[in-house]
């Protein structure tokens, strides 16, 4: 669907917030930037319940998508229901939360069908549900092993294929990202992660060979890694290890972590019209830790 003026509304622009008589100025519409404008697609999320997802989430909801957040927790975050309201009262468009471990590969496949019947349409995927252990290579065991790889990649893997079952159903090609990490191309120094890091190597491997298979329906894969991001999470890591909070912004050339805001604009462009020629890449966004 061309963006059209219903693409300003779903930004802010004229019909919502400014009045009718208003200019449109907001990005992603027909006047400025229009292949960046989400208005009316379907994008599901997983991971979406907090952290990156969830910034992610808002971003693509701000450029017009319709959302779905798959978390496997009971209730998403109190951020969650900010951002829900958010989508209703300013955005003009929906958040919705679908409670599913992307490890339930048969109600993944249910859930993900019923979304695409109710809404008609399936246009994007950004999975980043994902989970860390630190424990020493010596240490793992091949059930924890396995459990990283089980969420981590095969996870990863089915979610993506659910959804493009529904692209391809619908003919309509699609872009879906996965959010891997600096980690699957260095080894952290100081950060013990085997099998984390195998994991997030897997997942750049597999985006490229997704890719490779879908292309001919018209659907893009890629990847993202990010470098360190400061979630509560990684906060509290500082509180116990609080040599990791001057150690690591050492690391890369910028000489600082990163937020998760700071991967809203590439969220928008890979699943967006704007990134339309690039599948089976790696959209590295580490400060240039991978780069020394
Ligand atoms: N935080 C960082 O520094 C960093 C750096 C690079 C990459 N990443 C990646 O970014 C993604 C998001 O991480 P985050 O930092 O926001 O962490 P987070 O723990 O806040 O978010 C991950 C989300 O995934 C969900 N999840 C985990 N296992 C699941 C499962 N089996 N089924 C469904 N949902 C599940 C969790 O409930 C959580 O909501 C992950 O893939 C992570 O590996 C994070």
């Given at each position: 669907m061309p963006p059209s003026l219903e693409a300003s509304s779903a930004l802010g622009g004229a019909s919502t917030t400014n009045g009718p008589s208003q200019p449109v100025v907001a990005l992603g519409t027909q006047?400025?930037?229009?292949?960046?404008?989400?208005?009316?697609?379907?994008?599901?999320?997983?991971?979406?319940a907090r952290g990156l997802g969830l910034t992610q989430a808002e971003a693509l909801l701000e450029a017009g998508a319709i959302v779905y957040a798959l978390d496997r927790l009971e209730e998403p975050s109190p951020d969650f229901g900010r951002i829900q309201k958010r989508a209703t009262d300013e955005l003009n468009t929906k958040l919705e939360y679908r409670r599913i471990d992307v490890r339930d590969t048969e109600n993944l496949n249910k859930i993900i069908t019923e979304i695409a019947d109710q809404e008609g349409r399936m246009d994007g995927l950004v999975a980043a549900a994902g989970i860390q252990q630190e424990t020493t290579a010596?240490?793992?065991?091949?059930?924890?092993?396995?459990?990283?790889?089980?969420?981590?990649?095969?996870?990863?893997?089915m979610t993506s294929q659910a959804v493009a079952k529904q692209m391809i159903r619908f003919g309509t090609g699609g872009s879906i990202v996965m959010i891997a990490s600096m980690s699957g191309t260095i080894a952290n120094r100081g950060l013990i992660c085997p099998a984390y890091n195998a994991s997030k190597a897997a997942v750049i491997q597999l985006g490229r060979n997704l890719a490779s298979e879908w292309g001919m329906h018209g659907i893009?894969?890629?990847?993202?890694?990010?470098?360190?991001?400061?979630?509560?999470?990684?906060?509290?890591?500082?509180?116990?290890?609080?040599?990791?909070?001057?150690?690591?912004p050492k690391q890369n050339m910028l000489g600082r972590l990163s937020k998760p805001n700071e991967y809203r604009g590439a969220a928008v462009f890979l699943i967006s019209d704007a990134s339309s020629f690039m599948t089976g890449s790696d959209l590295r966004m580490d400060g240039g830790h991978a780069a020394w």
């Open positions: 006047s400025r930037l229009p292949e960046f404008a989400l208005t009316g697609k379907v994008v599901l999320v997983s991971g979406g010596l240490e793992y065991t091949a059930k924890d092993a396995n459990t990283m790889f089980d969420v981590n990649v095969t996870g990863v893997f893009r894969v890629n990847t993202i890694s990010p470098g360190y991001i400061v979630t509560a999470m990684v906060e509290q890591l500082f509180v116990e290890f609080p040599e990791r909070q001057v150690e690591w």
